[in-house]
C-alpha cells in the first residue's frame, strides 16, 4: 500500500481503487466553507462552534442554493434546522426580493410554539452580523405584538399555521410574494389535525416559491402532501427512525401501574440520572409527577400546552441551564425541545403512537451524543410496548432488577427469553432490593436475572398471575 495516503478499504490495493473512491466520499467531511456562503454568515456559523456539516447539511445545503425542491426524512437532533436554515439565509442575501409591509419572504411552519422559537433562535444566531429580519408568530401569545412585528414586512416569518391563519385571513399577514416555504416537522403538525390550515395558508402563497418538508417519519398523509406542493424534489433519507433508536440504551421496567411514581423515585437516587426530560400521556399527569417529585427533593417543573407560552418557555430556561434536574413533558410540548446533555428519557407512560417513542428518545441522543432511556410498562401497556419494537425493529430488553418488577406483563416465555437481561445497577438508586411495595411486586433473585442476561435460554422467572392481563391495553393510564 502507498505510504502517502491511507487506503479506508481493508484490501491491499491501488489508490485509485473503487472500493477506496467510495468510502473517500463517503467519509469525507464537507465544511461550511465548501458552499460558497456569505463571509458573515461563515462567521455566525463559526461562532456557533459549526465546523463539519452533518449528513443532512451535507446533501441538503447544496441542493437548496441550486434552487430545488426538498423532502428529507429527517429527524430532530440530526442538524436539520440548520440544512434549511443556511442555504435560506444565503439566498435571501443573494436574492432581489424587498420587504413590504405585512409580508414575509420566507416562511417556515412548525407545529408548536417551542419548535418555532427554537428555529428563530437559531437563525438569529446564523444572522447576527447580517441586516435580516425575523419574526415569530404563534398561538398563546399578544397577537397584537405578532401584528405589530409584521407591519413593515419581514424576511423570514416562523410561524405555527393556527395562529398564521387567523392573521392571513385578518389580512395583518399577506403572503402572496413569499419565495421560500419551509415545513418543519409535517408529520406532527399534520397529527395535530393541522392539514386544512396548512393547506389554506400555502394555497395563499405564490406558487413559483421554493419549498422544503422536513419530516421524521413519511406517513401517507405527508406523502401526500409533499405530493400537492413538492415539484420534482429532491429525497434526502437521513437517519430511518431505528437508526435513531440505536443510538439510545433503551430499557423497559416492568411495573404495576400504581407502582410508577415509586419506580420513578427509586430510579432517581441515582445521581447519574442528572437531567431527565419525563414524558407523560396527559397534561394533569405532567403536573402530577412534577409536583411528586418536588416533594421529594427532586426538583422538576412541567410543560404542557395548558401552560402559558411564558411558564414554558422559563421552565425550559430553567432546565437548559441545569437548575431543574427532572423536566416532565407531554408529547406535543416536547416538541422543538433543544437541550443538550439530557442524561436520560424516561417514559412514565408510553405512548400511544410508536413514532412518539422514537422522538421521545431521541432527546437523549442530540448531535451524535449517546444517551440512555427508561421506558415504565403497566400491564395494560404492553401492546403498546410491543408496536414500539415493531416499529424500531428490535427489541427493547427488560431491566428487571428493581423492587417493583412485574414478571407477569412479560407474558409470553419466548419473548421473556429474548427480552429479560436483568441488568443489575443500571437502574442505579437503591439497588439494595429493598421491598417497596408490599405484596404487589417483588424484587427479582440477583442471580436469576443475571443467569438470564448471560443464557437468555434460561428459564425466566415464573410468571405472575396478572389480573389485569385482558384489560384493554389502549386503555389511557390516568
Ligand atoms: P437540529 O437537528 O437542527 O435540532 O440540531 C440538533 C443540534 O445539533 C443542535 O443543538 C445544533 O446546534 C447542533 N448542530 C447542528 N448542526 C451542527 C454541526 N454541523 N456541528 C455541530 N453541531 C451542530
Do not use: W
Amino acid at each position: 500500500m502507498s505510504a502517502n495516503r491511507s487506503c479506508l478499504c481493508s484490501a491491499n490495493c491501488e489508490i485509485d481503487c473503487t472500493r477506496f473512491n467510495e468510502l473517500k466520499d463517503k467519509y469525507k467531511m464537507t465544511k461550511f466553507t465548501d458552499f460558497g456562503l456569505n463571509a458573515s454568515l461563515l462567521r455566525a456559523i463559526k461562532e456557533g462552534g459549526y465546523e463539519d456539516t452533518t449528513p443532512i447539511q451535507k446533501q441538503a445545503i447544496p441542493a437548496v442554493l441550486n434552487g430545488k425542491d426538498m423532502i428529507a426524512i429527517a429527524q430532530t437532533g440530526t442538524g436539520k434546522t440548520a440544512a434549511f436554515s443556511l442555504p435560506l439565509i444565503q439566498k435571501l442575501l443573494a436574492g432581489e426580493g424587498k420587504r413590504t409591509a405585512r409580508s414575509a419572504r420566507a416562511l417556515i411552519l412548525a407545529p408548536t410554539r417551542e419548535l418555532a422559537l427554537q428555529i428563530s433562535e437559531n437563525i438569529s444566531a446564523f444572522s447576527k452580523y447580517l441586516h435580516l429580519k425575523t419574526a415569530e408568530v404563534y398561538g398563546g401569545a399578544s397577537a397584537n405584538l405578532q401584528i405589530r412585528a409584521m407591519a413593515a414586512g419581514v424576511d423570514i416569518l416562523i410561524a405555527t399555521p393556527g395562529r398564521l391563519l387567523d392573521l392571513m385571513t385578518q389580512k395583518h399577514i399577506i403572503l402572496d410574494k413569499a419565495e421560500f416555504l419551509v415545513l418543519d416537522e409535517a408529520d406532527r403538525m399534520l397529527d395535530m389535525g393541522f392539514i386544512r390550515d396548512i393547506q389554506k395558508i400555502i394555497a395563499r402563497l405564490p406558487s413559483s416559491r421554493q419549498t422544503l418538508l422536513f419530516s421524521a417519519t413519511m406517513p401517507t398523509s405527508v406523502e401526500k402532501l409533499a405530493n400537492s406542493i413538492l415539484r420534482n424534489p429532491l429525497r434526502i433519507e437521513i437517519a430511518p427512525a431505528a437508526t435513531t433508536a440505536e443510538k439510545v440504551t433503551q430499557h423497559v421496567l416492568m411495573v404495576p401501574k400504581d407502582q410508577k411514581r415509586a419506580l420513578l423515585a427509586h430510579v432517581l437516587e441515582d445521581k447519574n440520572l442528572s437531567r431527565v426530560l419525563i414524558f407523560t400521556r396527559t397534561k394533569h399527569g405532567a403536573n402530577k409527577v412534577a409536583r411528586q417529585l418536588n416533594t421529594i427533593g427532586v426538583p422538576s417543573d412541567a410543560i404542557h400546552g395548558n401552560k402559558s407560552q411564558n411558564a414554558r418557555q422559563k421552565a425550559l430556561e430553567t432546565f437548559r441551564a441545569g437548575g431543574i434536574r427532572a423536566l416532565v413533558a407531554t408529547d406535543i410540548a416536547a416538541r422543538g425541545i433543544d437541550v443538550d446533555g439530557v442524561t436520560h428519557v424516561i417514559n412514565f407512560e408510553l405512548p400511544n403512537e410508536p413514532e412518539s417513542y422514537v422522538h421521545r428518545i431521541g432527546r437523549t441522543a442530540r448531535a451524535g451524543a449517546a444517551g440512555a432511556s427508561l421506558s415504565f410498562c403497566d400491564p395494560e401497556e404492553r401492546a403498546l410496548l410491543k408496536s414500539i419494537e415493531k416499529s424500531i425493529r428490535q427489541p427493547v430488553p427488560v431491566l428487571a432488577d428493581h423492587p417493583f418488577h412485574l414478571e407477569a406483563i412479560n407474558t409470553h416465555p419466548a419473548e421473556k427469553a429474548d427480552r429479560v437481561r436483568g441488568e443489575k445497577g443500571k437502574t442505579g438508586g437503591a439497588g439494595d432490593g429493598r421491598r417497596r411495595n408490599g405484596n404487589k411486586a417483588r424484587r427479582p433473585h440477583a442471580a436469576a436475572s443475571s443467569k438470564q442476561a448471560a443464557n437468555p435460554q434460561a428459564r425466566p422467572n415464573k410468571p405472575r398471575r396478572n389480573r389485569n392481563r385482558n384489560r384493554g391495553a389502549q386503555q389511557v393510564a390516568a
